[in-house]
């Protein structure tokens, strides 16, 4: 799951010159990537240094990120 997450972030950096701030996934997808870590710090660390804002929301059907300049607009990817 973070290598899918790492492309999903390298893709939209190459498609607008910028690196996201927001991760959306949907409950399941965030129990499932912190299932991948064995300790709650190794997760804390990655989360810091993908320097994105995780969002969790139902309505997430697959992850994708975005980058939000200020909460009234998006640009997702």
């Known amino acids: 799951m973070l290598s899918f997450i790492f492309r999903l972030?390298?893709?939209?950096?190459?498609?607008h010159g910028y690196w996201p701030?927001?991760?959306?996934?949907?409950p399941e997808q965030f129990r499932h990537w912190q299932g991948e870590f064995s300790r709650v710090e190794?997760?804390?660390?990655?989360t810091r240094r993908l320097r994105m804002e995780i969002v969790i929301s139902a309505d997430?059907?697959?992850?994708?990120?975005?980058?939000?300049?200020n909460r009234t607009h998006a640009i997702a990817s």
């Open 21 to 26: 701030n927001m991760l959306y996934l949907n």
């Open 60 to 69: 997430a059907l697959h992850p994708h990120v975005a980058w939000l300049p």
């Open 42 to 46: 190794d997760f804390d660390q990655i």
């Open 9 to 15: 972030a390298v893709k939209f950096e190459r498609q």
